[in-house]
């Protein structure tokens, strides 16, 4: 009998346990339904991530990506290496085709979101950045509408590319993502603000100022990445 071993962290509410050569999540059918359907997607369209093996109504089982996840420990040498994986990771991504993409993540869709998980009191204020600790639901949501930007460069998007959603080879190159959950049409700066908040965090600020000039930003708009992480805030 296969032995299925629970594995800790994520926001999203699902349970996710890892298994021989599998792992499987449990959770809100309508989350685990739009993670299938966005995983059999993105396979398709050559990018790596975890084939699907089986989805059912709150049941998502996929073949595990052989690697390590990229917020474990990495010796120093490794560290220039890792960043730039995930730059390639971000580039492929957002080299994608917007106009293919079924998914819609744009501020029209996650402004309202953000809306709605404040009314309904779901923000996890335990749980924010330094800079925001303290702060209320409605301070997060004021702020939201204060600084929303006016238009959007839009990608196909992760949504969540934290080290911890990328796999990774022992010498530090890309292997696959995981947890596409809130892959979609979005402002790429979506993704840059979120993997250099996790690069600065897991690897060191000089990493995540050596993504943006990989990704070809040698002057980043630091109010766009400002935004992004506090949209992430409601998620």
Not at 26 to 42: F, H
Not at 92 to 107: K, N
Not at 180 to 208: F, H, K, M, N, Q
Request: net charge negative.
């Amino acid at each position: 009998m296969a032995r299925w071993v629970a594995v800790s962290g994520g926001k999203s509410g699902a349970r996710v346990w890892r298994g021989p050569g599998l792992h499987r999540k449990v959770g809100p059918p309508d989350q685990i339904e739009e993670e299938a359907e966005r995983l059999i997607w993105l396979r398709g369209q050559g990018i790596p991530c975890p084939p699907v093996v089986r989805h059912a109504p709150g049941l998502l089982e996929t073949a595990s990506l052989a690697g390590r996840s990229g917020e474990e420990p990495w010796a120093e040498e490794l560290k220039p290496r890792v960043a730039e994986s995930v730059v390639l990771a971000l580039r492929s991504l957002h080299a994608l085709p917007v106009a293919d993409c079924p998914f819609d993540r744009s501020l029209a869709v996650t402004v309202p979101l953000a809306e709605a998980v404040t009314a309904l009191g779901e923000i996890d204020l335990d749980d924010l950045d330094p800079e925001r600790q303290g702060w209320s639901a409605h301070q997060l949501l004021h702020e939201l509408h204060r600084t929303v930007p006016t238009s959007e460069d839009l990608a196909v998007c992760h949504g969540d590319p934290t080290l911890a959603n990328l796999i990774f080879d022992a010498e530090g190159g890309l292997v696959g993502m995981v947890d596409v959950g809130r892959l979609g049409r979005a402002d790429r700066y979506r993704d840059l603000a979120i993997a250099t908040r996790s690069v600065a965090g897991d690897l060191g600020e000089e990493y995540a100022e050596q993504l943006l000039r990989g990704y070809g930003l040698e002057h980043p708009d630091r109010a766009r990445l400002d935004f992004y992480r506090l949209l992430d805030e409601f998620f």
